[in-house]
């Protein structure tokens, strides 16, 4: 994606937020505040947010005058929006996925047949000023951002990334960090964006989520915080976009409305332990469910809507953390790993055990183990030997081992949803970009 391309869907965001801004305005200025607040809840717009009177009226009023005059004069109607493939797709469109998901109930292990990983190169792409401790990909796979134990969070742009690994550019020295944000006081253990809009949000150890909105080219600062009692772990936003959940020292993950600030617990817990603090929470592709993973070593998994624990895999891990869980595209399945040096795929329906992938030591860092964007790859990091570890994910089979380039092993590994690239950062406070060699 050229440069321009990126300003188009930021500038398309930022036209968005305005719009919405003005619809809210309108309806509750017309005193139809039933319909003002659905609408700011479903755009993540403030209710109470400032415009001139009837300034939506106004600005159709003048969009029509002109648009009739330029009917009168023969001028061709030019939407600002065309369906044609000369304006990039909005942010958060989802690209078409390269291969279908792995069925993993279908077939049955058989060796011998596990695929190559291809190869990959990779680029070393910034460093913080202190560990880099996460990382998370935007859903449509074009940014990626990186949270520092500095308390910084870097967005960078995957075109420019690109662009960067060529041999050969022309353009001079390119800066694949398109946004830096400072605005928490203590380590940040997390990152997710919102579905939709150009938000980003973060969690910290100083207890707080803070939403960043990236399409504001000098932005800094967050716009919106939300205070926690606990040291955030891990956010996850629901796939609509008007909740999130927060995963932290609490048991129970705690759920967020993002218009109203209003936490919610669920009332139907099981028993958890004193050592049931939260190291990952994940939503289900759909929302209608989603997994914690806990230092107890348990995996548990949640109604999305009755917020009620609808399974508890004890002892998933033995007696180690479990440090990740994610769903399956198909929710059918979740991946786990553990300071047990393991990873687990578990079936949802029964909470059986799939699949082992074994092979790779992780015992100190809060490490996860993630699918490629096409399901048919495991990746982990080895902290003994500084390596990453990939498995193919239907055999179990181990089929690659790399040297993770990183001085002392990583603390993260993110895959892209939307192509064969992935993210690792670590202790030695390095970014790398790791994308498939064509």
């Known amino acids: 994606m050229e440069s321009s391309g990126v300003e188009q869907i930021l500038q398309d965001g930022k036209l968005f937020r305005q719009v919405n801004s003005l619809i809210v305005a309108h309806l509750r200025d017309n005193n139809l505040s039933q319909a003002a607040s659905a609408v700011a809840s479903a755009t993540m717009t403030p209710l109470n947010i400032e415009a001139p009177p009837n300034k939506l009226l106004e600005l159709v009023a003048k969009g029509l005058a002109v648009e009739k005059d330029e009917i009168g004069r023969g001028v061709p109607l030019n939407p600002l929006f065309d369906s044609g493939s000369s304006i990039p797709a909005a942010y958060g469109s989802i690209p078409a996925p390269r291969a279908a998901a792995v069925d993993f109930s279908a077939v049955q292990d058989t060796k011998g047949s596990s695929k190559n990983f291809p190869k990959h190169e990779t680029r070393h792409l910034s460093e913080h000023k202190n560990i880099a401790r996460c990382a998370r990909f935007s859903p449509d796979g074009r940014f990626v951002a990186t949270g520092s134990a500095d308390t910084s969070i870097k967005l960078f742009e995957i075109a420019k990334i ?81 909740f999130l959940l927060a995963g932290t020292d609490h048991q129970i993950a705690h759920l967020y409305d993002v218009n109203t600030f ?33 230092k107890d070593g348990a995996i548990r998994l949640w109604d999305g809507v009755s917020a009620n624990c609808v399974r508890s895999i004890v002892g998933a891990h033995g007696t180690a953390e479990a440090t990740s869980a994610n769903f399956t595209k198909d929710q059918r399945f979740v991946l786990s790993c553990g300071k047990d040096s393991t990873v687990k795929l578990w079936e949802v329906g029964t909470g059986r055990l799939v699949k082992q992938y074994l092979g790779s030591s992780h015992t100190q860092l809060r490490c996860q183990a993630v699918f490629n964007d096409t399901e048919e ?19 179990a089979e181990k089929v690659a081992r790399w040297p993770s ?13 939307a192509e064969a690239a992935f993210i690792t950062c670590g202790t030695d406070r390095s970014v790398r970009f790791w994308k498939e060699t064509l």
């Open 377 to 395: 790859f495991v990746l982990a990091i080895d902290e003994q030997s500084n390596e990453m570890v990939i498995w193919d994910a239907l055999t």
């Open 262 to 294: 209003q936490c919610y617990l669920s009332a139907n817990v099981p028993e958890i332990g004193v050592n049931g603090a939260i190291n990952q929470v994940r939503y289900s592709s759909t929302g209608g469910m989603y997994v914690t993973a806990s």
């Open 405 to 417: 380039n990183h001085i002392g092993a990583p603390r993260w590994i993110e895959h892209s949803p």
């Open 162 to 242: 690109k662009q960067m690994m060529l041999p050969d550019s022309r353009e001079g020295p390119v800066r694949p960090v398109i946004r830096t944000f400072y605005d928490h006081m203590q380590p940040i253990n997390d990152l997710d964006f919102h579905p939709q809009n150009t938000v980003l949000i973060s969690g910290g150890k100083d207890h707080t989520i803070k939403f960043f909105d990236f399409s504001k080219a000098t932005a800094k600062r967050a716009y919106r915080v939300i205070q926690d009692t606990h040291n955030v772990r891990s956010v996850s936003f629901h796939p609509s976009g008007d």
